[in-house]
């Protein structure tokens, strides 16, 4: 696990892919890290031919969670479709255009086909929590990406990064200390600690 600098990321991928076909960088984090803001600001750095694929649209519906008695617990790694996730790996290494699915945080609920990864799109920042978790069927993910980055916060400014995420979607802060204590820090220290360890790390400033 090598320390990189965030602007030297580009040049590290640019380097890296080749010329034809296409190239899986897996951006890792805890929630709260930050990783759909730098996956976007490392799309725009590296330019035509970059796009996000953002691990979340595989969000269980809360009908499903509900049933399973997971809602409480929704965002831990048991409340995703990873099997389904892991096939759009597969078909994003095979196939010229993919439809993604995306969550609507305002919505609380994923949108299938919502986008579309184009056949020029060759280089894919694929962001989510558990890329690099070592936990089955999670623990497959790594060997379907070219690069793999994690993006390491303090426990401290995750909390504090929640807090603001909670409150801008209305929680109270009780609301959203309850959220914290009861779900997002047991993910964090669950992910922080179970993680494999990644090519670079990426550093909080």
């Known amino acids: ?8 990321l580009a040049e590290v ?3 890296k ?7 899986l960088v897996a951006l890792a984090g805890p929630p709260g890290a930050g990783k759909s803001t730098l996956a976007a600001g490392l799309v725009a750095a590296l330019g035509p031919g970059a796009r996000a694929v ?19 617990r929704k965002g831990a790694p048991d409340t995703f479709d990873a099997a389904g996730f892991l096939h759009l790996l597969r ?3 095979s196939e010229e255009e993919v439809a993604i699915p995306i969550f609507d945080r305002a919505l609380e609920l994923s949108r299938g086909s919502a986008e579309v990864v184009a056949p020029a799109d060759r280089i ?5 929590n558990y890329l690099l978790l070592q936990e089955s069927p999670w623990d497959r993910v790594v060997g379907l990406m070219d690069l793999t980055l994690w993006l390491d916060v303090p426990e401290s400014e995750l909390v504090r990064r929640l807090l603001e995420r ?3 979607y209305g929680k109270t802060p009780q609301a959203a200390r309850d959220c914290i204590d009861g779900n997002d820090l047991p993910n964090i220290r669950r992910v922080t600690a179970g993680s494999a360890r990644a090519d670079y790390v990426i550093g909080w400033p």
């Open 1 to 8: 696990m090598i320390p990189i600098a965030l602007p030297d």
């Open 13 to 15: 991928i640019r380097a």
């Open 17 to 23: 892919a080749p010329p034809q076909g296409r190239f």
């Open 54 to 72: 953002p691990m979340d649209g595989f969000h269980y519906d809360d009908a499903v969670l509900k049933a399973r008695g997971l809602q409480a």
């Open 91 to 93: 078909r994003l290494r």
């Open 124 to 128: 894919l920042v694929i962001e989510g």
């Open 166 to 168: 909670w409150a801008f």
